[in-house]
């Protein structure tokens, strides 16, 4: 296995590290109980029966974090505040009351959240080899041999920011080869080094300095044996590059990326190289088709002379066991592999690319009749262009501010409100039975009223309902959808310590009837202040679930699309006046690879057309995407043709203004002015310093004035002093000053 889930089976390590950063535990206990966590790792999988098992895959936050400080990359706004080696990296992630958070972005086309590694010129790279013995050490101690897992310092280095990162490379590979100096002379065999970052579209003077990294590393006189991973697509250019270096195994994505055989096949023989066959899916739940793995593993045996089977990348990405799932739809249980799962896959097919192919059980057969809905195929069938257009933009603008009257640089928020205790307490209660659903309803409705009462008086212009009775924005919707099923235990981690947990979709998508007017409305009859309804886009809804795997994705969003837009239109007839379709995911999903990237965005914008496009001039569509850097992206935003987008831009300075106007984006935008992934509490200034240099590159009357994301991991206390000055800094903007 290329990595494996590290927060536990029952997210044991969010739980202690949200203890020890509320002080409830101390850390000596979050270090056993992560220590804990890793020891059952290495044994489950040791006793699998796996020939290799994977180690430093293990952290309290996240893998990129733990690289930058292996590699001693640690800006120096940090290293100042002189805390401890664990508390630096939590002040890394998190901000401290004086020191904004690194960057949090996505890691490639996933959910996961990495933080992105700051480089410039002065950055001393030092190795600190200490995480990474002792896991093995400690592994060693309970008779398991580990592979330590670390991100290859080219993948490192294109992930970074800064002041040209990759012309650091020469520098870091000589803290790595210290690194891994290291490792040899503490015996380990074997290291993996990951450069996803391969798999999408590279200069040549990058994979040329791949080239040279891996042999300088390989000349190494003392260094374990070095497995060069890749995932999410495949290496293209790279893989010749890399077969030309010392290293002793390359691995292949080979369900992201089915091409790598033939890339294979055309660099000719490869001898003394072991090729690592990513042939069990580490991104989707599905069981693996085990006899078309084993064909595709025993065309790779012609071609190289050793080969191993792997998962497709780290297991990160999927739940933990799915033993641990035990009201899930026998139908849906019976084809699925969750991590613990696709490890017995991993060994079975080793086994039998060994030995083979006749103790390798069939697939599960085809998908029930029962899980086919042929109203809903009938209506996509008869859908028209004008299904997924609306009138024009200055046009519509026009005829919203005649019914919504906002004033210049409208204040608003993405929508979630503070998850607090007593709502968590709320959902407990009612999945334990002790509260009837009626009670809960009652309980949610008194938050809505509070949350709108909260908003009135801070003076937002834009008000939501607080999103109290979703426990997760997917989740919610897949528990309405027919064709999703929930898990139960089925956590996946996020960011840091906070997990989801996707539904799974498994047949066709309809809607049996309205999932959110009641709440919307509720909320709208309580104040005179426009209400925005609140959606999941179908991207967002396909990117944050397990999707099938059956039919193309583009089928699969246009029947979520239709769902949505039947919401959409029912919002509208109940009085919601905004309706916000949030599309936060909509890059995760694009391909690595331009080739692939242009079709991907043409279904992925005429869904949210289809959801959106239904409603009348009057009704604004708000749309909200969680990052910033959206560069040549720029021109599929504007094609959703959202009256409204708002998007990540505090992290990132505000830098996403310069490309709006190059890109012509004409349409309202919000970038986010302050970071609602950090407890720490924006100061007025930094708000009015953000908007005037909004203002500055967007004309007054398209911009709106919002934090960067919702607010539910926040508390109320941070959340109404940061509104606060946020409405504050929208006036003081407004009236000039
Ligand atoms: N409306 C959602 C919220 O505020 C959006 C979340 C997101 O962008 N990830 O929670
Ligand atoms: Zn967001």
């Not at 246009?558 to 919401?567: G, H, I, S, T």
């Not at 909200?624 to 504007?638: D, N, R, V």
């Not at 970071?675 to 009015?688: C, F, G, W, Y």
Request: hydrophobic fraction near 40%; charge should be negative; glycine fraction near 8%.
């Amino acid at each position: 296995m290329l990595g494996y889930p590290r927060i536990g089976p029952d997210r044991e390590l969010k739980q202690a590290v949200e203890a020890y950063w509320a002080g409830r535990i101390d850390a000596g206990q979050l270090e056993r109980t992560a220590a804990g966590l890793r020891a059952d790792v290495w044994r489950d999988l040791h006793r699998a029966g796996l020939t290799a098992v994977p180690s430093n895959t293990s952290s309290y936050y996240d893998q990129v974090l733990d690289a930058a400080v292996a590699v001693g990359a640690i800006p120096d706004r940090f290293r100042r505040l002189g805390l401890s080696p664990l508390d630096t990296s939590f002040a890394m992630a998190r901000g401290t009351a004086e020191e904004p958070a690194m960057e949090l972005t996505k890691w490639f086309n996933t959910n996961y959240h990495y933080l992105v590694p700051e480089i410039g010129p002065d950055t001393v790279f030092a190795a600190e080899p200490e995480k990474i013995l002792g896991e093995y050490a400690e592994a060693l101690a309970l008779g398991v041999t580990t592979r330590p897992v670390l991100i290859g310092p080219a993948t490192f280095l294109l992930l970074a920011k800064g002041d040209n990162p990759f012309g650091r490379l020469g520098d870091l590979v000589t803290a790595y080869a210290d690194l891994l100096t290291s490792l040899g002379d503490a015996g380990v065999p074997w290291v993996q080094l990951d450069e996803p970052a391969y798999c999408a579209d590279r200069t040549q003077a990058e994979i040329d300095a791949l080239r040279a990294t891996y042999t300088y590393l390989g000349g190494l006189p003392r260094r374990p044996r070095m497995f060069v991973a890749s995932y999410f697509g495949d290496l293209g250019d790279a893989l010749p590059a890399l077969l030309r270096t010392p290293v002793e195994a390359v691995g292949l994505d080979l369900v992201a990326g089915p091409g790598g055989l033939r890339r294979l096949a055309a660099c000719g023989p490869i001898p003394g190289k072991t090729i690592v066959a990513g042939l069990v899916d580490g991104r989707n739940v599905w069981r693996t088709d085990l006899r078309a793995a084993a064909a595709i593993g025993a065309q790779l045996k012609g071609l190289a002379d050793d080969v191993v089977v792997s998962s497709s990348c780290s297991l990160l990405h999927v739940p933990a066991d799915l033993a641990a799932e035990t009201s899930l739809d026998a139908q849906v249980r019976a084809r699925l592999a969750f991590a613990r799962q696709k490890v017995d896959e991993v060994v079975l097919l080793g086994r039998a690319l060994r030995d083979g192919v006749a103790t390798l059980p069939a697939r599960p057969g085809p998908a029930p009749a029962a899980w086919r809905d042929d109203a809903v195929r009938a209506r996509l069938e008869a859908l028209r262009p004008e299904h997924t257009s609306r009138g024009p933009y200055p046009q519509r603008a026009v005829a919203q501010q005649a019914r919504l009257r906002l004033p210049e640089l409208p204040t608003t928020t993405v929508g979630s409100f503070p998850q607090t205790d007593q709502l968590r307490q709320a959902r407990a209660d009612r999945r334990a039975g002790r509260l009837d659903p009626a009670g809960y309803a009652e309980r949610m409705r008194a938050e809505v009223e509070h949350v709108i009462r909260f908003q009135e008086r801070l003076g937002l212009d834009v008000l939501v309902h607080g999103e109290p009775e979703r426990n997760d924005m997917v989740q919610y919707f897949g528990e309405q959808l027919t064709g999703f099923a929930a898990t139960e235990h089925g956590w996946v981690q996020s960011y840091g310590s906070r997990c989801v947990r996707p539904p799974i979709l498994h047949g066709d998508v309809a809607r049996p009837g309205p999932m959110t007017v009641a709440w919307s409305t509720y909320a709208q009859s309580l104040t005179d202040r426009p209400v925005k309804g609140m959606l999941t886009g179908p991207v967002t809804l396909l990117a944050r679930s397990f999707v099938r795997a059956d039919q193309p994705l583009a089928d699969t969003a246009r029947q979520v699309a239709l769902a949505l837009r039947d919401e959409c239109h029912d919002l509208e007839m109940a009085g919601i006046r905004v309706i916000q379709v949030d599309e936060p995911a909509l890059r995760e999903l694009l391909p690595p690879r331009k080739t692939e990237q242009r079709v991907y965005l043409t279904w992925a914008v005429e869904a949210f057309r289809l959801a959106t496009s239904g409603v009348a001039d009057a009704t604004q569509i708000h749309t909200h995407l969680c990052y910033s850097e959206l560069g040549e992206f720029l021109p599929a935003i504007a094609a959703l043709d959202a009256d409204v987008t708002s998007i990540e831009a505090s992290r990132s300075k505000m830098e996403i203004l310069d490309d709006l106007g190059a890109a012509g984006f004409a349409r309202g935008i919000g970038p986010g002015v302050y970071d609602i992934h950090s407890p720490r509490i924006p100061r007025q200034a930094e708000i009015t310093d953000a908007l005037r240099r909004a203002v500055a590159a967007v004309p007054a009357d398209r911009l709106w004035v919002n934090p960067d994301c919702g607010l539910k991991t926040r508390g109320y206390a941070e959340v109404e002093q940061s509104l606060a000055r946020l409405v504050a800094a929208a006036a003081q903007i407004r009236a000039g000053a």
